[in-house]
């Protein structure tokens, strides 16, 4: 699943699952800036799970695993296990350690943590949001000298009025 950005009017993003667009509807959208897209400023939009979407842990899992998100809050290590599909978006979000545009940021809501995203630069629709997952090895998508591959799934991003809670 891929996630990207599909502004339709005012300031913050809805996301929504998707295919990949064939050619011709990415012919019949245009460029970056035509045909009415719109460009998403800087940290214009975010991603905010609820607190209840993945399962928070406070115990390292024993699997290495992309879907489980490690983190630190309050000096006390977590780790977020999103690997059960419950409709939410964070998980969705694919890794580029070379050319990132959002970035994860821990925040804290009703006093628990929750993963947020903000986008680094300002987006054009159609872009594909991706984060750096971070090091390790376990990232067979990685070459040496980049991203070896294209990602096959899609999630679309819609631009809403007001910033959306999700
Ligand atoms: C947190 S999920 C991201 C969403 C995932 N693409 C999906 O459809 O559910 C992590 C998984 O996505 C895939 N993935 C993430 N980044 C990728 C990339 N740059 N190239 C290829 N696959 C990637 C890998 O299969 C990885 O195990």
Redesign the pocket.
């Known amino acids: 699943?891929?996630?990207r950005v599909c502004i339709e009017n005012g300031n913050a993003i809805l996301l929504k699952r998707g295919k990949s667009m064939s050619r011709r509807s990415r012919r019949e959208r245009g460029r970056p800036g035509q045909h009415g897209q719109r460009i998403i400023d800087r940290d214009a939009f975010y991603i905010k799970e609820t607190p209840n979407k993945g399962e928070l842990l406070e115990k390292e899992p024993d699997v290495d695993?992309?879907?489980i998100f490690e983190f630190t809050f309050k000096g006390k290590p977590y780790w977020v296990d999103?690997s059960k599909e419950d409709g939410s978006f964070g998980?969705?979000?694919?890794?580029?350690h070379i050319h990132p545009n959002c970035r994860p940021k821990v925040m804290e809501i009703d006093e628990k943590p929750v993963i947020c995203f903000f986008s680094l630069r300002p987006l054009s629709s159609n872009t594909e949001l991706?984060y750096d997952?971070g090091p390790g090895n376990i990232?067979p998508?990685?070459g040496k000298f980049g991203?070896?591959?294209?990602?096959?799934?899609n999630?679309t991003a819609v631009y809403l009025g007001m910033l959306q809670i999700l």
């Not at 998980?91 to 580029?96: E, T």
């Not at 991203?147 to 799934?153: A, F, I, P």
């Open positions: 699943m891929r996630m695993d992309t879907y999103a998980r969705l979000l694919n890794d580029d991706v997952y990232y998508w990685r991203m070896l591959r294209n990602h096959q799934k999630l």
